[in-house]
């Protein structure tokens, strides 16, 4: 397991109205206070973002139907995982994480001024995907020197990937020092902040298609995003 620190996160001001759950372009043209207070986010919100990675890399040993076996004797299973990972060598497990800070600052906020607790829960939100963006860009660059391709980053949550069967495999691939995150019996990571993913890296790993394409929500999702560059 290993960690990673010091991120430069790119967050906008679409980003933030985006997390919010808003159309950026319209809001914009709109402007008023919705605006203000997401320009306001964005200056004051990023002193408690701090952005932090746990890894690990393990290689693949083989593969049984719906079950990759990984070194150490981890596991990753789904028939979403075996579609994406089948070809791979190697898995990256990732857990992103901006902390705990932020959080706590827009429970502060949100009694007082909803309003602007609303604009900075959508920063945490930007700054989790711009951290989960870079992360992505880090390891696709890592491998392209070994000859690697890297699949499409998987979510637990995703379909033919169940949450609590995902997040249970990737934190037991992580171990136990995890950043001060930590998962609930629901399967909620707490900050809830954090964001897990797995990446497939391999000379013939394909990485068609978008994340988006396997969300339980894709068809109701107001927008999709830019995870990862997909």
């Known amino acids: 397991m290993s960690i990673l ?15 919010q759950g808003s159309d950026p372009e319209a809001i914009r043209k709109r402007g ?12 004051e919100g990023r002193a408690y973002i701090n952005p932090v990675v746990v890894y690990r890399r393990l290689a693949i040993e083989s593969l049984h139907h719906e079950r990759i076996q990984l070194e150490g004797g981890a596991i990753l299973t789904g028939s979403l ?3 994406h990972l089948g070809a791979a ?4 497990a990732v857990l992103c994480t901006i902390g705990d800070r ?3 600052r827009v429970s502060e906020v949100m009694g007082k001024d909803p309003a602007y607790g609303l604009a900075l829960d959508g920063l945490g939100s930007a700054a989790v995907e711009s951290l989960a963006n870079a992360v992505c860009h880090h390891f696709e660059t890592q491998v392209a020197e070994e000859g690697y391709r ?21 934190f037991d691939m992580l171990g136990d020092d995890n950043a001060g995150v930590r998962l609930t ?10 964001l897990t993913m797995v990446l497939g890296f391999g000379p ?13 929500m894709r068809e109701t999702c107001r927008y999709k995003t830019d995870y990862c560059g997909w």
């Open 185 to 194: 019996s629901s399967s909620m990571m707490i900050p809830r902040k954090s």
């Open 32 to 43: 008023g206070p919705i605006v203000d207070l997401a320009e306001k986010a964005l200056k």
């Open 89 to 92: 060598k190697q898995v990256v």
């Open 81 to 83: 995982i075996v579609q």
């Open 150 to 170: 890297v699949s499409i980053p998987l979510s637990p949550g995703m379909m033919g990937w169940p949450v609590e069967v995902g997040q249970e495999e990737i």
């Open 204 to 216: 013939e790993v394909g990485n068609d298609g978008h994340p988006c394409d396997y969300c339980s």
């Open 5 to 19: 620190r010091n991120w430069e996160l790119t967050i906008d001001l679409d980003a933030v109205l985006r997390s």
């Open 102 to 104: 932020l959080e706590e």
